[in-house]
């Protein structure tokens, strides 16, 4: 037993020499490691580049829309029968002014569509899509409307009409895909979210990849309403 105390007073005599030796050789600096050893260490703060950005870019979709506008001409007609003969025809002309908009909807975009690399920051878009399109009933109006000889044609006016709107929608809509409407909406997208992460960081170079349009982006299905006929453009 006694081996073992004394023992432990060597050791701890040991230990108070070295640390002697250690405040002789280096000072107070000698203290000041070993409070360091113990001491919780706290990083650098920093700037969360992604996180900065994906927010930035998330509040920007409507500056992302592209705008087609359409007038179109469309007549409708609905016929009245007495078995297999045709005893009258209802014929409705309408002016029609159509408006589609597209976009990216820049509210999806996640931290995982963002790389911040060491020299550049890659971001990656949702695809292109129509976003709505409408009547601008303001500027649309019924030309004509006629019930035929003897005015034996139909009293369907407001269901004529609103096939024409319809048909208008499906017009307007085909015309804006094949002019390359998403495609614009993609290069405008590209340009805002450019010039917004360059708010953020301006010292690494920007590169925005785009989406091809999903298939059936420019789909704009036509509710079909028995013995109403849209005219052939």
């Not at 073992?4 to 007073?9: E, G």
């Not at 029968?81 to 909807?105: C, K, N, P």
């Not at 301006?202 to 079909?224: D, F, R, Y």
Request: overall charge negative; hydrophobic content about 45%.
């Amino acid at each position: 037993m006694k081996n073992f105390w004394a023992t432990i007073k060597f050791t701890i005599f040991l230990a108070a020499v070295v640390a002697g030796v250690g405040v002789w050789r280096m000072g107070g600096g000698f203290f000041e490691q070993a409070i360091a050893l113990f001491s919780i260490q706290e990083a650098e703060p920093e700037v969360d580049i992604q996180s900065l950005i994906v927010k930035q870019v998330r509040d920007a979709s409507e500056l992302t829309t592209a705008i087609y506008v359409m007038e179109a001409v469309v007549p409708t007609k609905q016929e009245a029968t007495l078995g297999s003969f045709t005893v009258g025809t209802t014929r409705l002309l309408y002016l029609a002014r159509g408006e589609v908009r597209a976009g990216v909807d820049l509210s999806q975009l996640t931290p995982e569509d963002v790389q911040v690399l060491d020299d550049r920051i890659m971001i990656e878009l949702p695809a292109a899509q129509i976003i709505d399109h409408k009547i601008d009933v303001e500027r649309s109006r019924v030309y004509s409307y006629d019930r035929g000889f003897l005015g034996l044609g139909p009293d369907t006016a407001p269901e004529l009409q609103s096939l024409a709107q319809r048909e208008t929608l499906r017009r307007v809509v085909k015309a804006a895909c094949a002019d390359g409407l998403l495609q614009q909406a993609n290069n405008r997208a590209g340009i805002v979210v450019t010039q917004l992460v360059n708010l953020v960081e301006t010292e690494k170079q920007i590169v925005v990849q785009t989406q091809n349009p999903l298939s059936g982006s420019c789909a704009s299905p036509v509710a079909q309403i028995h013995n109403l006929v849209a005219i052939p453009n």
